[in-house]
């Protein structure tokens, strides 16, 4: 049955997903019934560059260790709709960070994450290692952003609650301001 589907989606001319048993089509992007909302279709569709305009480097400056070099900035609501939805896993240095946030979930992820809570001066508030998918973290008033990274990343970097993390535009070397959300 698998094949006689996969079949059928090239003769379409669309891509079959075996791992979320979804088909996309140019103009018909589904998953499950529903149908994306048409900026969620541009960035399947062209180049992803376009849709992930903004792209940071983390640096722990407590430690002196980088947290990650190609960080994408969720900062719409679209973007943090969607987040890493749709990923096989994400590259060692990579990651998203969401803002504003105060926590998330795994909710349709086929990889573990290991979540950094930040408050709006950028301080490590909250650690979560290798949150399995299909779990929530618990939601903190104190938090203003949040970094999702691979597992791992939190102890590679020797990231620690109390750690003070600067962040800059990926081919900047200054710190980018924060705004505060109260």
């Not at 088909?23 to 589904?30: D, Q, T």
């Not at 279709?41 to 430690?63: K, P, Q």
């Amino acid at each position: 049955m698998l094949h006689s589907r996969i079949g059928e989606a090239q003769r379409k001319g669309v891509y079959y997903d075996r791992r979320s048993n979804c088909c996309w089509s140019a103009g018909s992007f589904r998953t499950g019934n529903h149908r994306l909302p048409q900026e969620a279709e541009g960035c399947l569709t062209n180049d992803r560059s376009r849709c992930l305009r903004s792209m940071f480097r983390v640096i722990n400056t407590t430690r002196g260790t980088i947290v990650g070099n190609s960080i994408e900035l969720a900062d719409t609501s679209m973007k943090r709709m969607f987040g890493l939805l749709g990923r096989r896993g994400l590259d060692a240095g990579g990651g998203l960070w969401i803002k504003p946030s105060s926590g998330v979930h795994t909710f349709g992820m086929a990889f573990g994450i290991d979540v950094v809570g930040l408050d709006r001066d950028c301080k490590v508030v909250k650690l979560w290692r290798c949150l399995p998918p299909f779990r929530v973290t618990s939601v903190s008033l104190k938090l203003r952003s949040v970094l999702e990274l691979p597992c791992g990343a939190i102890s590679q970097s020797q990231m620690q609650i109390g750690d003070q993390l600067e962040i800059a535009r990926a081919l900047e070397s200054g710190p980018i301001a924060v705004a505060s959300s109260s």
